[in-house]
């Protein structure tokens, strides 16, 4: 089989290669996210099924409209293709999934070997007691963040705060790609031994990628929190709307000044920690406390907490989610 990034201009849309509708070239080199056209299908097929399963019949010229994906399935096992042959990228290839590309051993792999990962270079930043801001990114008091890319698209992680605060995890629950998520609402879970802490998504967006890196090993949010061990890249239909609830700039710097002076009066209070002498408990303050104490931190600073409001400012099927890591979260406090 032979791989190549190399595309066909002005392929057959997946909708007409599947026998769907006929005659539609893509013209958006397959950002089916995106697509008003995919959308559109996917609302008249939706339509259809609730039809088919109320008692009556679809009728017109839309009643014959399916997924691409049920109108494929209908084909023997040897004969369906790949969604990367579809694009254009590789040989015919058959796909033995169904399509359910989240848990194909080859999606994976093709990732890895042939996507490129951009990598993210803050512009600068600012130290604030010990933990790093970065210039430029916006901040929800759950310790996630959001750098906006371009198109509606923003990138997803968690700050530096939470990492150095459990000083790496164990494992991570994220939801697969396609997945819906809300503004303050939980979007993963971070586990380090029997605690787990949910962390919410700064915004309303629909997952389109995540980071198979920090899947495969989720103490590069602690490593690298703003750059290299990012989450989630979202599309977000109403981002404008959703920035004026997260902080920036001189209100994350505020905010991150009221967290750490908190913290250090809690480590004061549990440890005999004190910054004043020069204490300063290093980059895994949860295994650096005793047990019962650890359970207090968690409680304290990874508890579940509101949008703020800011008067200036400059969203699939089946399973929703997937444990990844050698420990598996087990119990439930929420960021």
């Known amino acids: 089989m032979n791989l190549s990034i190399s595309q066909k201009p002005a392929l057959d849309c997946l909708w007409t290669q599947a026998g769907v509708v006929p005659r539609k070239k893509c013209r958006q080199e397959f950002a089916c996210t995106t697509c008003r056209f995919e959308r559109i299908l ?4 939706r339509r259809n ?7 009556p019949s679809p009728e017109g010229r839309q009643a014959g409209f399916v997924y691409w994906t049920d109108r494929l399935l209908k084909m ?14 590789i040989g015919f290839k058959n796909c033995t999934r169904a399509y359910r590309c989240t848990d194909c051993e080859f999606e994976q792999y093709f990732h890895d070997q042939f996507k490129v990962h951009t990598v993210l270079k803050p512009v600068d930043f600012e130290d604030i007691h010990g933990f790093s801001l970065p210039r430029g990114y916006y901040l929800h008091p759950g310790h996630t963040w959001i750098k906006i890319e371009d198109q509606g698209m923003v990138r997803m992680g968690i700050d530096d705060f939470a990492g150095k605060l459990f000083g790496g995890f164990d494992g991570i629950r994220a939801p697969l790609m396609g997945k819906k998520l809300r503004q303050g609402k939980s979007a993963l879970a971070l586990a380090r031994e029997d605690h787990e802490v949910s962390f919410v998504s700064p915004v309303n967006g629909i997952i389109t990628e995540i980071n198979s890196r920090v899947m495969r090993n989720p103490c590069l949010i602690k490593d ?23 902080m920036f700039m001189d209100s994350s710097r505020k905010f991150m000044d009221e967290t750490v002076n908190r913290l250090y009066a809690f480590l004061e209070e549990e440890a005999g920690i004190k910054a004043a002498d020069g204490g300063w408990p290093g980059s895994d303050i949860y295994g650096n406390l005793p047990g019962p104490a650890r359970e207090r931190l968690v409680k304290k600073f990874m508890a579940p907490k509101p949008s703020p409001r800011r008067p200036e400012a400059p969203c699939s099927t089946g399973r929703t989610d997937r444990i990844y890591g050698p420990h598996p979260p087990v119990s439930g406090n929420s960021a």
């Open 42 to 45: 996917a609302g008249v097929c």
């Open 49 to 55: 099924e609730l039809l088919r399963e109320s008692g």
């Open 76 to 89: 023997p096992v040897s004969r369906r293709p790949c969604i990367h042959h579809m694009k254009g990228h």
């Open 224 to 246: 690298d929190p703003y750059a290299g061990g990012w989450v989630f890249i979202l599309y977000c239909p109403a981002l404008k709307q959703d920035l004026k609830h997260l």
